[in-house]
């Protein structure tokens, strides 16, 4: 529902509002303008009205009216030869600086900006387009907060397509000004049309009178004396021979008369509340006091059409892109049914792979969105469900209504089903989501074929071991390879290598690589980081396979640690490689995974070649921020990877602490012993706010998270409550 309420009024109103938005960040640039070419100084705080009507008297021989703009401007109209005239005056003296004359184009803008140069009807759409907005920023605040887990991970790296990122990098800088703008532009159109603050009743107004006396001096007038040009709005001069007129008199506490014979106030009357909060509105709104002010909620107002078009751009990729299936069957006819539920459509590039192999077994297969579950599938066997996990644990789009169809579902009794996970293993709610299908799909006696299986950020590799398993218990040859859409592939040319392991027949090698001289893609390579990845092609393979980076784009080279496993095709060709040969592939940003910004410890574990990223990480640490290393190995003679450099990282400060485990020695011990034994002092360095950061294999990630659990305990903390705040991060293979 609350993606519903944000989408579809941005299809309908988003070329209204981004008019609105542009309109007003042109007319943001206005104060700015006039603070850089105008003359006039602005007035004293101790200035008085009294002082500043004296000067203008004492230049203009007729004056007529004098209104001070928002901005501080202070222009006098009078009566001359040629009829009424304006001047900008300086509001020190009174004296002019020079007709006044608006902007012709900043009066169109704002014309444009207020109705649409469309006269009441476009006040009213103006008026409904700063609704939309308020609706949009409201419910792009809810929105994140459920994409990113909650409201403590409000600022962590947003995941997803191109679109979707810059969608929330747009929304997380402009949220505020357009926040602002939307409210302050609601209510003025609200008063404007009446629905807000005491409407005037129709009738007649009783003017007041003067004494009829002789006029007092205008600068010795007693209710100007002490009232200060700050709080000037507009002072209107009685009619010249008329000794009953009166001064009428404007100021942001509220208006009234002065009596032009005692120069004394006469039935001054205070703002209502409405007519306080208009002003307050006007002035949030316009920005016209703050020239710097007036330019934050310019560039707020061009977030939108970003905010737009990227909007537009994920919501169209999120509706079209996922339903097509070639040689989709009927459901009635299907003996295999896979059920899809994803958000941003990669989990249906998941389903197309599968469909393809089971119809390439002979089965009749039927693929649909989670939301379309039908009542029965009568000649089913299978029912497979590929589930993505939206937030902190909510059904995706294409899930949303899953739950109240599961509850009318007839299952025949010969049915049974899996459900395979997809998420990110960063998040505390990894496939939550998928848990939650699996448990309700056994609450309605439905039969699991296999405990459900996750896929760590669209592993291919995950999912083909799922699949194999499901093979198995099916009762047919299936393993199936998911291929992605493949970016531009970059030719990279290896520098050197260092190998390890060899004592083991465990071979692992250190490989490094630069851009190859005339090789494809070199003018596209993105900046990198440690912690990035990088997806290699092995030759005779159109399947990436992913390795983390050692380096970034500052080291000038890109380094990788490789692992040889048995019968592996990229890790095998990747550890014969010799200085000069070539591979093919591109980068991958892993945003989540980067050395933290800031002062906070940070403390880094690694297992074999899972040392890798975290030693590329240290290499760009401050010396001045503690970060410590800790590195499980095999044999220290063997296989201790980036020995020598480790050392000098602790030498130079960049490593506060380095601590080693060695598996495969006498009294050997794996990494997570390490991390036990140093509990006083992560516990210290947790208190003061550390980042804890995992990378290697699967077994020695849990290993290690049951030991922090045993560290944290005694401070009352978890590792779950640190990974939902973002200060648990695993990179795991």
Same mark, same amino acid.
């Given at each position: 529902?609350?993606?519903?309420?944000?989408?579809?009024?941005?299809?309908?109103?988003?070329?209204?509002?981004?008019?609105?938005?542009?309109?007003?960040?042109?007319?943001?640039?206005? @104060?700015?303008?006039?603070?850089?070419?105008?003359?006039?100084?602005?007035?004293?705080?101790?200035?008085?009205?009294?002082?500043?009507?004296?000067?203008?008297?004492?230049?203009?021989?007729?004056?007529?009216?004098?209104?001070?703009?928002?901005?501080?401007?202070?222009?006098?109209?009078?009566?001359?030869?040629?009829?009424?005239?304006?001047?900008?005056?300086?509001?020190?003296? =009174?004296?002019?600086?020079?007709?006044?004359?608006?902007?012709?184009?900043?009066?169109?803008?704002?014309?444009?900006?207020?109705?649409?140069?469309?006269?009441?009807?476009?006040?009213?759409?103006?008026?409904?387009?700063?609704?939309?907005?308020?609706? #949009?920023?409201?419910?792009?605040?809810?929105?994140? +907060?459920?994409?990113?887990?909650?409201?403590?991970?409000?600022?962590?790296?947003?995941?997803?397509?191109?679109?979707?990122?810059?969608?929330?990098?747009?929304?997380?800088?402009?949220?505020?000004?357009?926040?602002?703008?939307?409210?302050?532009?609601?209510?003025?159109? %609200?008063?404007?049309?009446?629905?807000?603050?005491?409407?005037?009743?129709?009738?007649?107004?009783?003017?007041?009178?003067?004494?009829?006396?002789?006029?007092?001096?205008?600068?010795?007038?007693?209710?100007?004396?002490?009232?200060?040009?700050?709080?000037?709005?507009?002072?209107?001069?009685?009619?010249?021979?008329?000794? %009953?007129?009166?001064?009428?008199?404007? $100021?942001?506490?509220?208006?009234?008369?002065?009596?032009?014979?005692?120069?004394?106030?006469?039935?001054?009357?205070?703002?209502?509340?409405?007519?306080?909060?208009?002003?307050?509105?006007?002035?949030?709104?316009?920005?016209?006091?703050?020239?710097?002010?007036?330019?934050?909620?310019?560039?707020?107002?061009?977030?939108?059409?970003?905010?737009?078009?990227?909007?537009?751009?994920?919501?169209?990729?999120?509706?079209?892109?996922?339903?097509?299936?070639?040689?989709?069957?009927?459901?009635?006819?299907?003996?295999?049914?896979?059920?899809?539920?994803?958000?941003?459509?990669?989990?249906?590039? !998941?389903?197309?792979?599968?469909?393809?192999?089971?119809?390439?077994?002979?089965?009749?297969?039927?693929?649909?969105?989670?939301?379309?579950?039908?009542?029965?599938?009568?000649?089913?066997?299978?029912?497979?469900?590929?589930?993505?996990?939206?937030?902190?644990?909510?059904?995706?789009?294409?899930?949303?209504?899953?739950?109240?169809?599961?509850?009318?579902?007839?299952?025949?009794?010969?049915?049974?089903?899996?459900?395979?996970? !997809?998420?990110?293993? =960063? !998040?505390?709610?990894?496939?939550?989501?998928?848990?939650?299908?699996?448990?309700?799909?056994? +609450?309605?006696? #439905?039969?699991?074929? #296999?405990?459900?299986?996750?896929?760590?950020?669209?592993?291919?590799?995950?999912?083909?071991?799922?699949?194999?398993?499901?093979?198995?218990?099916?009762?047919?040859?299936?393993?199936?390879?998911?291929?992605?859409?493949?970016?531009?592939?970059?030719?990279?040319?290896?520098?050197?290598?260092?190998?390890?392991?060899?004592?083991?027949?465990?071979?692992?090698?250190?490989?490094?690589?630069?851009?190859?001289?005339?090789?494809?893609?070199?003018?596209? $390579?993105?900046?990198?980081?440690?912690?990035?990845?990088?997806?290699?092609?092995?030759?005779?393979?159109?399947?990436?396979?992913?390795?983390?980076? +050692?380096?970034?784009? @500052?080291?000038?080279? %890109?380094?990788?640690?490789?692992?040889?496993?048995?019968?592996?095709?990229?890790?095998?060709?990747?550890?014969?490689?010799?200085?000069?040969?070539?591979?093919?592939?591109?980068?991958?940003?892993? @945003?989540? !995974?980067?050395?933290?910004?800031?002062?906070?410890?940070?403390? #880094?574990?690694?297992?074999?070649?899972?040392?890798?990223?975290?030693?590329?990480?240290?290499?760009?640490? /401050?010396?001045?921020?503690?970060?410590?290393?800790?590195?499980?190995?095999?044999?220290?003679?063997?296989?201790?990877?980036?020995?020598?450099? $480790?050392?000098?990282?602790?030498?130079?400060?960049?490593?506060?602490?380095?601590?080693?485990?060695?598996?495969?020695?006498?009294?050997?011990?794996?990494?997570?012993?390490?991390?036990?034994?140093?509990?006083?002092?992560?516990? /210290?360095?947790?208190?003061?706010?550390?980042?804890?950061?995992?990378?290697?294999?699967?077994?020695?990630?849990?290993?290690?998270?049951?030991?922090?659990?045993?560290?944290?305990?005694?401070?009352?903390?978890?590792?779950?409550?640190?990974?939902?705040?973002?200060?648990?991060?695993?990179?795991?293979?």
């Amino acid at each position: 529902m609350l993606r519903s309420l944000h989408s579809w009024p941005t299809l309908v109103a988003g070329v209204l509002v981004t008019v609105m938005a542009v309109t007003g960040s042109v007319l943001s640039l206005e @104060p700015v303008l006039t603070r850089l070419t105008s003359p006039a100084s602005g007035a004293a705080p101790t200035q008085t009205v009294a002082g500043l009507v004296s000067g203008v008297a004492a230049h203009f021989a007729e004056p007529q009216r004098i209104v001070q703009k928002a901005d501080g401007a202070v222009v006098v109209y009078h009566a001359g030869g040629t009829g009424i005239s304006a001047d900008l005056v300086d509001p020190q003296t =009174g004296a002019s600086l020079g007709p006044y004359a608006p902007s012709p184009f900043f009066l169109t803008v704002t014309e444009l900006h207020r109705s649409f140069l469309a006269g009441e009807t476009g006040r009213l759409a103006s008026g409904t387009g700063a609704a939309v907005m308020l609706l #949009l920023a409201a419910g792009g605040v809810l929105l994140l +907060a459920r994409r990113c887990g909650g409201w403590h991970r409000l600022l962590t790296a947003p995941q997803g397509s191109l679109a979707q990122r810059l969608h929330v990098h747009a929304g997380r800088l402009a949220i505020a000004g357009i926040g602002l703008l939307a409210v302050s532009g609601v209510y003025m159109s %609200l008063t404007t049309f009446g629905v807000i603050g005491a409407s005037q009743e129709d009738g007649f107004f009783a003017f007041p009178q003067s004494s009829g006396g002789p006029a007092m001096v205008v600068g010795d007038m007693p209710a100007l004396q002490d009232l200060p040009v700050t709080g000037l709005r507009e002072l209107t001069f009685p009619a010249q021979g008329d000794p %009953l007129d009166v001064f009428s008199l404007t $100021i942001a506490d509220g208006s009234g008369w002065i009596d032009q014979g005692t120069g004394r106030s006469m039935d001054f009357t205070a703002n209502t509340l409405a007519q306080d909060l208009y002003q307050l509105a006007f002035t949030l709104h316009a920005g016209q006091g703050s020239w710097a002010y007036a330019l934050f909620l310019g560039l707020s107002g061009l977030a939108v059409p970003v905010l737009f078009v990227s909007g537009l751009a994920s919501w169209t990729v999120r509706v079209r892109g996922g339903t097509r299936i070639a040689g989709n069957d009927p459901a009635g006819h299907a003996d295999t049914v896979i059920l899809v539920g994803s958000e941003g459509n990669s989990t249906w590039g !998941f389903a197309r792979s599968l469909h393809a192999s089971l119809k390439a077994e002979g089965l009749c297969v039927h693929t649909a969105a989670m939301n379309d579950l039908a009542r029965n599938y009568p000649k089913a066997r299978w029912l497979i469900v590929l589930a993505a996990t939206y937030g902190d644990g909510d059904a995706p789009v294409s899930a949303t209504g899953f739950q109240s169809r599961l509850a009318n579902f007839e299952a025949g009794p010969a049915l049974g089903f899996s459900v395979v996970g !997809f998420g990110d293993r =960063g !998040f505390a709610a990894y496939c939550a989501y998928a848990g939650q299908v699996e448990r309700d799909l056994k +609450a309605r006696g #439905l039969r699991p074929l #296999l405990e459900m299986a996750t896929v760590d950020r669209q592993s291919a590799q995950d999912f083909a071991a799922w699949s194999r398993a499901f093979g198995a218990v099916a009762g047919i040859d299936l393993e199936v390879e998911h291929r992605t859409e493949l970016p531009e592939l970059t030719t990279w040319e290896c520098l050197g290598r260092k190998d390890y392991g060899q004592a083991y027949q465990t071979p692992k090698s250190v490989l490094r690589f630069r851009p190859a001289a005339g090789g494809r893609g070199q003018r596209k $390579i993105p900046e990198y980081k440690a912690g990035d990845l990088i997806g290699i092609l092995p030759k005779g393979s159109d399947v990436p396979r992913f390795y983390s980076l +050692a380096s970034g784009s @500052p080291d000038g080279f %890109l380094e990788i640690a490789v692992s040889k496993q048995p019968g592996g095709l990229c890790s095998g060709q990747l550890c014969n490689l010799e200085p000069g040969d070539r591979i093919s592939g591109f980068i991958r940003p892993n @945003p989540r !995974f980067h050395l933290p910004r800031g002062k906070a410890p940070v403390i #880094l574990v690694g297992a074999g070649t899972g040392v890798a990223p975290l030693v590329g990480m240290a290499r760009g640490n /401050r010396p001045s921020r503690p970060v410590y290393l800790f590195a499980g190995n095999r044999d220290p003679d063997s296989d201790l990877l980036y020995r020598d450099e $480790i050392a000098e990282l602790v030498r130079t400060g960049r490593l506060h602490k380095a601590r080693f485990s060695f598996s495969r020695v006498p009294g050997g011990a794996y990494v997570q012993e390490c991390v036990r034994a140093d509990a006083g002092e992560l516990r /210290r360095a947790v208190l003061s706010g550390a980042r804890v950061m995992i990378c290697g294999g699967r077994d020695m990630a849990e290993g290690v998270r049951d030991a922090f659990g045993e560290v944290l305990a005694p401070l009352g903390l978890s590792v779950n409550a640190l990974r939902a705040e973002g200060r648990y991060l695993e990179d795991v293979f």
